[in-house]
Nanobody
Framework: QVQLVESGGGLVQPGGSLRLSCAAS????????IGWFRQAPGKEREGVSC????????YYAHSVKGRFTISRDDAKNAVYLEMNSLKPEDTAVYSC?????????????????WGQGTQVTVSS
């Protein structure tokens, strides 16, 4: 069974850090470009970061550049999102998905694999 499962979310104070994990099963993640998305209540889903399968190039949304880092561990069939200097506006449900991650193009296809999401809340 093909699955993506996120973990690592939680409640953190402003300025704090969290590390999200996205573990794949049923397929080999290293063959896919992978992205992280977030959606806050009442807002549209936002692409946060992606990493290509080939040259491992990365993309970051302007709102998180310099604070978030995407990485992947092929041996563990997993992708990570290290989030530092968190702000209240980073509060959202974060999900991982297989994507197209190319210069100027960060999007999902109709047959993308999605995780169920993990809640990140930044609050004092």
């Amino acid at each position: 069974q093909v699955q993506l499962v996120e973990s690592g979310g939680g409640l953190v104070q402003p300025g704090g850090s969290l590390r999200l994990s996205c573990a794949a099963s049923g397929f080999t993640l290293r063959s896919y470009s992978i992205g992280w998305f977030r959606q806050a209540p009442g807002k549209e889903r936002e692409g946060v970061s992606c990493m290509s399968a080939g040259d491992r190039s990365t993309y970051y949304a302007h709102s998180v550049k310099g604070r978030f880092t995407i990485s992947r561990d092929d041996a563990k069939n997993a992708v990570y999102l290290e989030m530092n200097s968190l702000k209240p506006e980073d509060t959202a449900v974060y999900s991982c998905a297989t994507v197209l991650c190319l210069p100027g193009l960060f999007t999902t296809e109709d047959d993308a694999y999605w995780g169920q999401g993990t809640q990140v809340t930044v609050s004092s």
